[in-house]
C-alpha cells in the first residue's frame, strides 16, 4: 500500500476548543478544523499570533482534549482514552520541539537527548547513545555532548532539544518555531538535519513557523486564521 492509499497519520475532524476563562460564556479558540496529515509529511503551520496555531498543535501532541469532534492519531481514536493511554499514544508516536527547550540543567547534552529513552524504557541502550551522539553531530554539536546547558549559548540548547525530539525516531514530530533561536546558517542546518530525517526514515513532521523561508522550504502549508483552516496548499520551493 503507498502513502497516498494508507490510512493518514493524524485525522482531525470538525475539532473545536473552547475555553471558560471566568466570563459569561465560554471562549471558542478552535472552529471545526478539519484537517489530515498523511505518513511522512513535511507541513508548516502558520498564522498570525493569537489564530489558534499554539492550541492545535497542543491538541495534536495530546496535551489538551478537545471540547468536540474527533481526533485519530496512527490509527487510534483519541476521544475516551485515558491518562495511561493517551501517555502511551504520545510516547510511541510523538516527538516534541517547543519554543524553550526544557532541557535538565544537571545533565549533559548527550543525557538530555537520550532522556525519552531513559523515561520510556528506564536505561539507554548503546544503540540509543550512539543515535544521541550522531543527531548531537548533525545539529553541529559534535564537541559539546559533555556540556551542561549553562555551558551551551540559547541557540546550542534548542538544537540539543530538537535532537532529543527525534532520538526515538517518532512517527511524528511537533514543532514549535524550531529554528526560532538560531542564526540562518545554523538554522539551514537544522532544516537539514529534520528534512534527511524525514527522507530516510519516514519520520513526520508538523511545523509551527514565523519564517516565510522555511515554509517555502516545506512540503505543504497550513495556515491558521482566527481558528480555522484558511488555506491548505502545496509550498511554493520544497526541498529535501
Known amino acids: 500500500m503507498s502513502a497516498a492509499d494508507s490510512p493518514p497519520l493524524v485525522a482531525l475532524s470538525g475539532v473545536r476548543k473552547r475555553y471558560n476563562i ?22 508548516a503551520l502558520i498564522g498570525p499570533s493569537g489564530s489558534g496555531k499554539s492550541t492545535l498543535l497542543n491538541l495534536l501532541g495530546l496535551l489538551e482534549p478537545p471540547t468536540a469532534g474527533h481526533y485519530t492519531l496512527a490509527g487510534q481514536r483519541v476521544e475516551g482514552l485515558d ?15 517547543f519554543q524553550f527547550h526544557h532541557l535538565l540543567p544537571a545533565f549533559t547534552a548527550l543525557e538530555n537527548v537520550t532522556l ?13 547513545r550512539a543515535r544521541g551522539r550522531a543527531l ?3 545539529v553541529g554539536l559534535a ?6 546547558p549553562r555551558e551551551l ?18 512517527a ?3 514543532a514549535d518555531e524550531p529554528t526560532g533561536n538560531l542564526d540562518t546558517a545554523a538554522a539551514d542546518e537544522v532544516f537539514g538535519l529534520m528534512r534527511r ?7 513526520s513532521f508538523l511545523v509551527v513557523t514565523h519564517d516565510p523561508r522555511l515554509a517555502a522550504r516545506c512540503d505543504r502549508i497550513v495556515e491558521i486564521v482566527d481558528g480555522r483552516v484558511a488555506r491548505d496548499v502545496p509550498a511554493t520551493h520544497p526541498a529535501a
Open 22 to 43: 471566568g466570563l459569561p460564556s465560554e471562549v471558542e479558540v478552535l472552529h471545526g478544523i478539519d484537517l489530515t496529515l498523511a505518513r511522512g509529511e513535511f507541513v
Open 83 to 97: 491518562d495511561d493511554g493517551l501517555t502511551r499514544l504520545r510516547r510511541e508516536t510523538l516527538g516534541f520541539v
Open 116 to 128: 525519552p529513552a531513559l523515561a520510556r524504557d528506564g536505561r539507554v541502550s548503546t544503540a540509543l
Open 136 to 138: 548531537l553531530a548533525g
Open 143 to 148: 564537541a559539546a555532548m559533555d556540556r551542561k
Open 153 to 170: 549559548s540559547g541557540g546550542m540548547q534548542q538544537r540539543v532539544a530538537i535532537a532529543r525530539a527525534l532520538v526515538l525516531q517518532p
Open 172 to 174: 511524528l514530530v511537533l
Open 197 to 203: 530525517l524525514h527522507a530516510d526514515e519516514g519520520t
